[in-house]
């Protein structure tokens, strides 16, 4: 048995940033249907879900349900020697005494990715995607939202705030500084939103959650008061992510 994989290096490159905006180790699903990961960093202030379904591969074959575990680090060793033209290739062969070897191969070359103790590793597994009463869904241009969190580095902190608005952008997002106030209300936005919600969030781990958004693309938010906000989009075709990162209280 085995699995059999290739995709894109920039697509990769892609996930593995948002991955390592969360932590340093993973636990990599690879089943008939693609890779997933879900991770939660240590302070369980952040959490992310990745799926590539075999549609983001150009080819994908995997017989057989695997779990294993790695440091990201070893992942992106390879990744980095390659160019955006390259393609890179899973590789996973099973051994007769139970055991299993993971590569990477590119360019003739093939990395053996070292697996960590599973068992160890219980520990971090993250939990479930957990679910909450969302007060708003939005949809909103990535690119504003890095902008403005560039431009929010200064600030520890930001408050999300949504209105119930007819023209359906009641959203805005400001830092509390009365020196040097910043906001920002998305040019091209689309909420849904039944009551006022309000939330304050970490500058730092928002840029983190969003940071493998690319370019203009859509990106979703759910949030609500003194709740998690969850951002998900689509980087690439069959690839999707997801972002939850906790709240900080109202002032």
């Known amino acids: 048995m085995s699995m059999e994989g290739k995709i894109r290096v920039p697509n990769f490159k892609n996930v593995l940033k948002v991955l390592k905006g969360i932590g340093e180790e993973a ?13 939660v960093d240590g302070e369980k202030t952040k959490m992310v879900r990745v799926r590539i379904n075999s549609e983001g591969f150009s080819h994908y074959v995997c017989d057989r349900h695997y779990e294993m575990a790695v440091v990201l680090v070893r992942l992106d060793d390879i990744v980095k020697a390659l160019t955006t033209k390259d393609e890179l290739r899973f590789r996973i062969v099973d051994h007769d005494d139970g055991s299993m070897r993971f590569s990477l191969l590119a360019n003739g070359m093939e990395r053996g990715i070292k697996l960590l103790n599973m068992r160890l590793m219980e520990g971090h597994r993250a939990p479930p995607w957990p679910s909450f009463d969302y007060v708003f869904s939005a949809t909103v241009p990535a690119d504003e939202v890095r902008s403005f969190l560039k431009a929010a580095s200064v600030s520890n902190e930001f408050r999300v705030e949504v209105e119930p608005d007819a023209s359906g952008n009641g959203m805005c997002w400001s830092i509390a500084d009365e020196r040097e106030p910043l906001s920002w209300k998305p040019t091209d936005c689309n909420v849904s939103c039944n009551n006022h919600a309000i939330s304050l969030y970490s ?8 940071g493998a958004t690319v370019g203009k693309q859509e990106l979703s938010i759910r949030g609500g008061t003194d709740i998690p ?3 998900s989009w689509i980087p690439h075709e069959g690839i999707s992510m997801a972002t939850l ?4 209280g109202t002032n």
Request: charged share 30%.
């Open 27 to 39: 636990i990599l699903v690879f089943d008939e249907e693609g890779l997933s990961v879900r991770m």
């Open 203 to 210: 500058v730092e781990n928002i840029t983190k959650a969003v």
């Open 229 to 231: 906000i969850e951002f």
């Open 245 to 248: 990162v906790a709240h900080r």
